[in-house]
């Protein structure tokens, strides 16, 4: 019989997880850089790409587990969810941290990894996302863009005989499955930087006519934030890195 | 076959009242108080004062007991069989005695019936002989003649009819609650068809699935209750849902997994401690001592005692005795203290007091007042904290002896 203990208190093993689409000349390179100092394993599914970004993943030592679906999932992301988070459970991971291919975690937050994982009180830890708007050097912050002042929980504990379930949803589903909600978690006060909207402005109008034409009544999310990614002059703040 | 009632508030609460015209072999059925003369003619039963009731041999009567108040008076006039009605707290009782003292009446009760299905799945994990009196069925199961009336019985009093008839010829009568549990499945299974959705539906059925031993096909019904429950962000569901699945897996004999799904759920050391016992016992062959307890930490007790009785170790024995406790069987707790069988390290100073108490209550719930009082002053010198129960006891003399007044009162 198996008499290793479902929760450790030391060496556990933390496998990374991402979907991607077409993002070998953005930040992808950058974050896989950044993951491989700080995770043990890199899980990712492409998600058909047709740039290079299969074969960038595949030069990382850390990628240990990379599909390449032939045909785009994404209109239906609850299955896609689930394929990466079957992916990842492969690796046998004691925790999981899911990422996007545009997120950094600060400093800080590398550092104390470690401590979020090897302790046996708690089965997530939830983060302070920050959207970077325009830039390297501000996020937005105003109430449409807020997503700050709450905790997203993107590290989870993997407890084998729990029952994992997405909602059946075909945008805007949580990266984790949602049964962790149950399970007792730790929001830390450590901060992940989100570039996705780190971009010029006619990316971002692209982005917007991107989320138009997937959800054009808001079905699964606000219309009226998809309207404010056109602002012209959003509230912005300086972002400051907290010192070690 | 002659009946005894004794109602909780006097005759006009008595919300069964059409099931005494189904009451089988019916003879004579007397009511303790008053009642209306109208309603004697409809329900041929006949009124009885406190007083006149007292004076009578009860040996030769059922008593349907729907108060626990009433168990002191009950149990002294020895009856033939007691059936219990449990009934919810009413407003204005003191909950928590209710409830304990209701699950007194249920544990010495010969038969149970309850027309609330909340009250009726808890004491079906608690113990046998439990019916639940209501339902939704439009459907004839039978009839039954009563003087003039010819009576077409739903599900529930079919059923209802049956079990009372098989006690009165002193038969078994747990294949009857095989067959409620099999109609309510079938209604809940059905139901599930039409609002998939519903996490209370669907926790119903993997419920009944599950007393019927068919857990295979109760944890599909028990997950999709799971995942509603946390779509519409109710989470505080992970021992009342996901642990149950630990039940149903050591239901199937899937004992490793069962351990496995249970430590999920546990947190504190306490419980971390009963994991490793549990995989402890696991490797040591002691699989009914996993699966008993399995059930136990899930709240079933019937369960966890029906694979406990045959066994005749002093740790099963031990195991036993806890679910005895549990379940207010409080006879069968001290039958096994008696019988010597308990030598485990468990049964130590603490039992003691625990088994002085266990006395008492007995004494007093059969009138034995000094025997009582001496069982727990005993205790007291063990432990002093044992004093709360002569407060508890004279609490429920107080409950009982209101009670007992306003029926001297009205009759």
């Known amino acids: 019989m198996n008499h290793k203990p479902i929760r450790k208190t030391s060496g556990n093993r933390l496998t990374a997880m991402l979907q991607v689409r077409n993002e070998a000349n953005r930040y992808l390179e950058s974050v896989l850089h950044d993951l491989s100092e700080f995770v043990d394993e890199i899980v990712i599914i492409d998600d058909a790409s047709t740039d290079g970004t299969f074969e960038l993943c595949q030069s990382f030592a850390k990628v240990t587990r990379l599909i390449k679906l032939e045909k785009s999932e994404f209109i239906h992301e609850w ?10 459970i492969s690796t046998d991971p004691d ?10 975690y600060e400093d800080l937050a590398k550092v104390h990894m ?30 449409l863009w807020m997503i700050h002042q709450r905790h997203t929980r993107l590290l989870v504990r993997y407890l084998p005989d729990f ?9 805007h589903v949580p990266r984790l499955p949602l049964s962790y909600a149950v399970l007792p978690g730790f929001q830390a006060e450590l901060r992940v930087k989100h570039y996705g909207w780190a971009v010029s402005k006619e990316e971002r109008y692209e982005k917007y006519l991107r989320y138009m034409s997937s959800d054009p009544n808001g079905e699964w999310g606000s219309l009226e934030q998809y309207q404010s990614i056109l602002d012209e002059y959003p509230t912005l703040i300086e972002w400051k890195e907290d010192p070690l | 076959m002659k009946y005894m009632i004794f109602c909780h508030n006097g005759w006009g609460d008595f919300s069964y009242k059409r099931m005494l015209k189904l009451l089988p072999d019916r003879d004579e059925v007397l009511v303790v108080g008053e009642v209306m003369e109208k309603d004697e003619q409809d329900y041929d039963v006949c009124s009885i004062s406190l007083t006149n009731m007292l004076s009578l041999d009860l040996t030769e009567y059922t008593t349907i007991v729907c108060s626990p108040y009433w168990l002191k008076t009950v149990n002294s006039l020895h009856p033939r069989y007691m059936i219990a009605l449990l009934e919810r707290c009413p407003d204005d009782q003191d909950a928590e005695m209710w409830n304990k003292y209701s699950e007194l009446l249920a544990a010495q009760a010969d038969i149970v019936g309850t027309a609330s299905e909340r009250i009726y799945l808890e004491q079906c994990l608690r113990r046998e ?11 004839t199961y039978g009839m039954v003649n009563h003087r003039h009336d010819t009576l077409f019985l739903n599900d529930y009093e079919m059923i209802w009819f049956e079990a009372l008839s098989s006690m009165n010829k002193g038969e078994r009568f747990e294949q009857w609650t095989s067959v409620q549990w099999e109609i ?11 609002y998939p959705f519903h996490a209370t539906i669907s926790y119903l059925a993997a419920t009944y699935l599950y007393l019927l031993g068919r857990s295979s096909d109760a944890g599909m019904y028990l997950v999709n ?12 569901c992970l021992e009342s849902h996901y642990r149950f699945l630990s039940s149903m897996a050591a239901q199937v004999g899937d004992l490793e997994k069962a351990i496995r799904i249970y430590a999920v759920s546990v947190y504190s050391e306490e419980d971390q401690m009963k994991v490793i016992e549990m995989r402890n016992w696991l490797e040591h062959g002691k699989d009914d001592l996993v699966k008993a307890e399995i059930f136990r930490l899930n709240e079933d007790y019937a369960s966890a005692i029906r694979t406990l009785k045959p066994l005749n170790t002093s740790e099963s024995k031990s195991l036993l005795r806890d679910n005895y406790v549990q379940t207010y069987r409080y006879e069968d707790v001290l039958r096994l203290k008696e019988e010597g069988s308990l030598s485990h390290e468990k049964d130590s100073e603490i ?13 007093m719930l059969h009138n034995r007042p000094y025997e009582a009082v001496t069982a727990i002053l005993t205790a007291t010198t063990v432990e002093l904290s044992a004093l709360r129960w002569l407060s508890e006891m004279s609490s429920y003399e107080e409950s009982a002896e209101r009670m007992l007044r306003s029926i001297a009162y009205e009759s």
């Open chain 2, 351 to 363: 039992s003691l007091v625990d088994s002085l108490l266990i006395r008492g209550t007995i004494h």
């Open chain 2, 184 to 194: 309510r499945c079938k209604y809940y299974v059905d139901l599930v068809a039409t």
């Open chain 1, 163 to 171: 029952y994992y379930f997405y909602p059946r949803m075909d945008h």
């Open chain 2, 129 to 139: 002989g439990i019916f639940l009196l209501s339902g939704e069925s439009l459907l």
């Open chain 1, 114 to 143: 470690r401590d979020l994982i090897n302790q046996d009180q708690y089965d997530w830890v939830g983060f302070r996302i920050y959207d970077f708007w325009g830039g390297l050097t501000h996020y937005r912050e105003d109430e």
């Open chain 1, 95 to 104: 925790w999981l941290l899911a990422v996007d291919a545009d997120e950094f």
């Open chain 1, 79 to 88: 299955q896609l969810r689930q394929r990466l988070w079957e992916l990842a």
């Open chain 2, 225 to 236: 209750s799971f995942e509603q429950m946390v779509l519409h962000d109710y989470l505080d």
